[in-house]
């Protein structure tokens, strides 16, 4: 070996490339003149290709391995060039890395509300926002459509497109789908999958793959939002008088509740069923106006400790003949200060006096 074939040999070209921005697609290893070595190593690593570029045309495209740039490794460059079988000089070309891992988390939402006529509400508009995944599927696509000279390609300077090319797809989609929007929730994944196959192809045409398109959410503007809230609410209340009931009882059995706090909300607890007897007449006889009858008293009366209530005096009858309610026992009313016998009580004593005595 010659003493400048052993200098030249302790200065082997070496080209690779380290993607430390974690958002670049393509990336031009600069190298001056554009001049590299014959025989020089070139590194491509996994998820990455190398692709050759003489005179604004490309060449060829190296998956991942380790290269020594020859002939042999280089066919189309080696024709356009027109080397010899023994040439080993230095060669000019541009060499590109593509970084053929897939990009996640790329975001795309609607900027405008999509206006959709709904079979339930009538016109409403949406707003909807998600992700989507893409790769680079064809190097030397990608670099002829859309990279170009451009030596530093970051997926930011594609985004914008591609998020317009999803928004628009989707808009067709929703719109044409006839979907209630009570139900857009319920068909997320299917929506996503659809739109994916809708825009493969023009994603293709960029030289890149869409692998997943997700849907996060679809909403509608907040005043809709809040009648939708009202009209669920209305719907878990169901029948007024249960929950009315319902509201009573737990009133009652909270901790902390006496006899003395049942005082201040004999008046609430009244009020409560004139509103739903209020409600249940007008489910009955919708078309005839209800006027509410004047404020009828209720009562209350213990038993095993536990008060119960609230009914009327015609009521308290039928609780007296079935003998549900003997003259000692303990009743209450609004007006009453503390709990009382039944006997001691005007309206009720009188209840008394009609019984048949029992057979002896």
């Given at each position: 070996m010659g003493f400048w074939d052993k200098i030249f040999?302790?200065?082997?070209?070496?080209?690779d490339w380290l993607d430390e921005s974690n958002d670049t697609l393509v990336y031009r290893f600069e190298r001056y003149n554009n001049e590299i070595k014959y025989g020089a190593k070139l590194t491509v690593r996994q998820a990455q290709a190398a692709v050759f570029v003489n005179e604004g045309e490309i060449a060829d495209v190296l998956g991942p391995g380790i290269y020594e740039l020859t002939t042999k490794n280089l066919p189309i460059l080696t024709t356009l060039q027109h080397w010899d079988h023994g040439f080993e000089s230095p060669f000019k070309a541009?060499?590109?890395?593509?970084?053929?891992?897939?990009?996640?988390?790329?975001?795309w939402g609607t900027k405008n509300p999509i206006i959709l006529r709904d079979k339930e509400f009538g016109a409403v508009r949406l707003r909807a926002f998600g992700t989507y995944e893409i790769r680079i599927e064809?190097?030397?696509?990608?670099?002829?459509?859309?990279?170009?000279?451009?030596?530093?390609?970051?997926?930011?300077?594609?985004?914008?497109?591609?998020?317009?090319?999803?928004?628009s797809r989707f808009t067709d989609i929703v719109a044409s789908a006839n979907i209630p929007v009570l139900?857009?929730?319920?068909?997320?994944?299917?929506?996503?999958?659809?739109?994916?196959?809708?825009?493969?192809?023009?994603?293709?045409e960029y030289g890149?793959?869409?692998?997943?398109?997700?849907?996060?959410?679809?909403?509608?503007?907040?005043?809709?939002?809040?009648?939708?809230?009202?009209?669920?609410?209305?719907?878990m209340i169901g029948d007024l008088r249960k929950y009315l009931d319902f509201q009573t009882a737990e009133a009652l059995t909270k901790e902390g509740s006496g006899m003395s706090e049942m005082v201040g909300m004999g008046v609430g607890f009244a009020m409560a069923d004139k509103l739903a007897k209020s409600f249940d007449k007008q489910k009955t006889h919708p078309e005839k106006p209800y006027i509410p009858e004047p404020f009828e008293k209720m009562y209350y009366f213990a038993r095993e400790r536990e008060p119960q209530g609230p009914y009327n005096i015609d009521e308290i009858e039928e609780m007296v003949k079935a003998r549900k309610i003997d003259a000692s026992t303990l009743m209450w009313s609004t007006g009453m200060e503390k709990w009382e016998k039944a006997k001691d009580i005007e309206e009720v004593e009188t209840l008394f006096n009609y019984l048949t005595p029992p057979p002896l």
């Open positions: 040999g302790e200065f082997i070209d070496v080209i541009e060499i590109y890395f593509c970084n053929l891992r897939r990009f996640t988390d790329l975001k064809d190097p030397r696509k990608f670099i002829e459509e859309i990279v170009g000279t451009n030596g530093h390609f970051t997926v930011d300077e594609i985004s914008n497109q591609l998020r317009n090319i999803i928004v139900d857009l929730a319920a068909n997320y994944d299917q929506l996503g999958e659809y739109v994916s196959e809708k825009i493969a192809k023009e994603f293709h890149l793959e869409l692998s997943r398109v997700l849907i996060e959410n679809i909403s509608v503007p907040p005043m809709v939002e809040e009648a939708l809230d009202k009209r669920t609410s209305m719907g």
